[in-house]
């Protein structure tokens, strides 16, 4: 991923008005360039990347899994016919065997879920927008622990669920 440098400056106005006409005697703008910053990455590259470490994905497949995420919509579903496969593979600069692979790594770790032929689905734990209740319906079905220690390492344990018994709720 390309990292976007930007010029930074700092404004300051300075301006004088007369409080008893209100004619504005004065009228000044300094502008200061403080040099080439690097600009932040998108709040979602960040996360994949911490997803990414939390799953032992590589670069790569971190790369696929934020094109592949960008295709879902709002039910969480993302399509992957091998016309998507093939435009994905262009954007992350790698093959559609490579891209295939790594679907097989985000469904082993739960990132994905199969649901039909080119169907996948994000696990809504990690990837969800649109109406909550419609949500928390979605995360039923996918089950996934967070252990973070002192030490600062984490654990994930993750498992699809198809069904819950009725007396059972699914853990917090």
Same mark, same amino acid.
């Given at each position: 991923?390309?990292?976007?440098?930007?010029?930074?400056?700092?404004?300051?106005?300075?301006?004088?008005?007369?409080?008893?006409?209100?004619?504005?005697?004065?009228?000044?703008?300094?502008?200061?360039? #403080?040099?080439?910053?690097?600009?932040?990455?998108?709040? %979602?590259? &960040?996360?994949?990347? +911490?997803?990414? @470490? /939390?799953?032992? =994905?590589?670069?790569?497949?971190?790369?696929?899994?934020?094109?592949?995420?960008?295709?879902?919509?709002?039910?969480?579903?993302?399509?992957?016919?091998?016309?998507?496969?093939?435009?994905?593979?262009?954007?992350?600069?790698?093959?559609?065997?490579? #891209?295939?692979?790594?679907?097989?790594?985000?469904?082993? %770790?739960? &990132?994905?879920?199969? +649901?039909?032929? @080119? /169907?996948?689905? =994000?696990?809504?734990?990690?990837?969800?927008?649109?109406?909550?209740?419609?949500?928390?319906?979605?995360?039923?079905?996918?089950?996934?622990?967070?252990?973070?220690?002192?030490?600062?390492?984490?654990?994930?344990?993750?498992?699809?669920?198809?069904?819950?018994?009725?007396?059972?709720?699914?853990?917090?």
């Amino acid at each position: 991923m390309t990292k976007i440098r930007r010029m930074a400056t700092i404004e300051k106005r300075t301006t004088h008005i007369d409080k008893q006409t209100g004619e504005v005697l004065y009228d000044n703008i300094v502008q200061t360039d #403080i040099g080439i910053i690097a600009a932040e990455p998108a709040y %979602v590259k &960040l996360y994949i990347d +911490d997803l990414g @470490g /939390l799953h032992d =994905l590589s670069n790569g497949q971190r790369s696929i899994l934020l094109y592949i995420s960008s295709y879902s919509g709002y039910d969480g579903y993302v399509s992957l016919p091998l016309g998507i496969k093939n435009k994905i593979a262009k954007q992350a600069d790698c093959t559609v065997s490579a #891209i295939n692979t790594a679907i097989m790594k985000l469904c082993k %770790v739960n &990132l994905l879920r199969h +649901d039909d032929v @080119g /169907l996948y689905e =994000l696990n809504p734990d990690y990837f969800a927008r649109g109406k909550w209740r419609e949500i928390r319906e979605r995360r039923k079905e996918f089950y996934t622990k967070t252990t973070y220690r002192r030490d600062g390492t984490k654990e994930v344990e993750t498992n699809v669920i198809e069904t819950l018994p009725a007396d059972v709720s699914p853990p917090l």
